[in-house]
């Protein structure tokens, strides 16, 4: 059984590693300063959906076959690599192609579509990266005591806890680049910028993964 001095240094550990910015949260910042407080949120629930996927395959091995395997973690890394810098191409050709104006904070009439694509394309940044997998590997057993009576189950547990803290964070990055946009003036005026911005961060995160070395044996 997990104690409590336990349970809150896995907590505590959880939110400082939910509050450090990645490809993750910039997509859930960027999200929430283009279009509003409902993208953004929409985005962290699809980076939720995606850490749920990396959990569940973590607790029914497919993690222990991607640390073990390098092809397997070659492939879907290199897939999760193509998808971020394909991302950032996407921002960048955005920008360059002189488009109009951005409609910054103007159009409340987000369809269910719009939404649809915001919740998926932030699931794909999340999902498609194998090191997600890995981290649950690695990170949630060190707080599974050794002789606990039912370790998978507690694996479950404390990973549906750190997605559901993870979540709320993700949440107030949204909540927080979105009254950021409506109240300062000078991130209005210089929204302009932001696609260009994202899109060189998204290939350079998609670079860094696509040279992350396969677990050593």
């Not at 479950?156 to 803290?165: A, R, S």
């Not at 910028?193 to 998609?206: E, I, K, P, Q, Y």
């Amino acid at each position: 059984m997990i104690t409590v001095e336990h349970l809150g240094l896995f907590i505590a550990a959880g939110v400082v590693l939910n509050l450090t910015p990645g490809p993750d949260v910039l997509y859930i910042v960027s999200q929430a300063l283009r279009g509003g407080v409902r993208p953004g949120l929409v985005a962290a629930l699809g980076i939720t959906a995606g850490c749920f996927v990396h959990m569940t395959a973590a607790a029914i091995g497919v993690g222990a076959m991607l640390a073990a395997s390098v092809a397997t973690f070659n492939v879907l890394k290199w897939a999760g690599a193509a998808y971020l810098v394909w991302v950032g191409v996407r921002l960048l050709y955005k920008r360059a192609s002189a488009e109009r104006t951005p409609r910054l904070l103007a159009n409340r009439d987000l369809t269910t579509v719009m939404l649809r694509s915001v919740f998926f394309r932030g699931f794909l940044t999340n999902v498609l990266n194998p090191k997600v997998a890995l981290f649950f590997l690695a990170f949630v057993p060190q707080f599974i005591p050794a002789h606990a009576a039912a370790p998978a189950l507690t694996f479950v547990v404390l990973g549906c806890l750190f997605n559901i803290n993870g979540m709320l964070i993700c949440m107030a990055w949204a909540l927080a680049a979105s009254w950021l946009a409506q109240h300062a003036r000078v991130v209005q005026q210089g929204m302009h910028c932001l696609d260009r911005v994202a899109g060189v961060l998204f290939v350079g995160f998609g670079l860094k993964l696509a040279w992350a070395d396969a677990p050593v044996h």
